[in-house]
């Protein structure tokens, strides 16, 4: 009997989006992103990473589709899935077309026996936005400071011509 992982890979956007999909442990990463690519019918050929994260899915390394640099991190096909998913647990950020952003968090569900068919979907929750959603980027101010754009303003009598202003003249 084959084990496997079953890795739920859940879409950052509003509403539940996501996949259960069925994994053998010796697969790379690289064969994981090519089972999320088609879980979610996204369109091939785009540039994509995953990070490794801490338990506040704070994003840390970067494991690229290829790597760029020689002295870089090794990329997904050298990194396999039972390396970054273990008997405790394992997570991960993916993010696919560094364009739109698409923004994942995998991690382990749970391992399963049987026979499988490798790289399934073993669980499917509502449908891909059209777009990829905005990244909704947080500030950490707790103290609910409001932004002031005029601290930062290098003219503060205002009397400065801007260069590129096409009605600076009139």
Partial sequence: MNQHLIIGVIL???GDVYRDIAMS???SLADLHQAIVSAFSMEAGQMAAFYTTDNDWNQLD???LMSMDI???ADMT???IATHFTDKQGRLIY???FMDMWTFMVEQVRWADGDLPENAV???EGNKPEKAPYPDFESDNLAGDSFDEDAFNDDPYGD???PMDPYADL
């Fill in 78 to 80: 050298s990194n396999l």
């Fill in 122 to 124: 073993v669980l499917s």
């Fill in 160 to 162: 400065e011509v801007d």
């Fill in 71 to 73: 002295e870089a991190q």
């Fill in 62 to 64: 970067e494991i690229p």
């Fill in 25 to 27: 442990p010796k697969a």
């Fill in 95 to 97: 993010i696919y077309d």
């Fill in 12 to 14: 950052n956007c509003e």
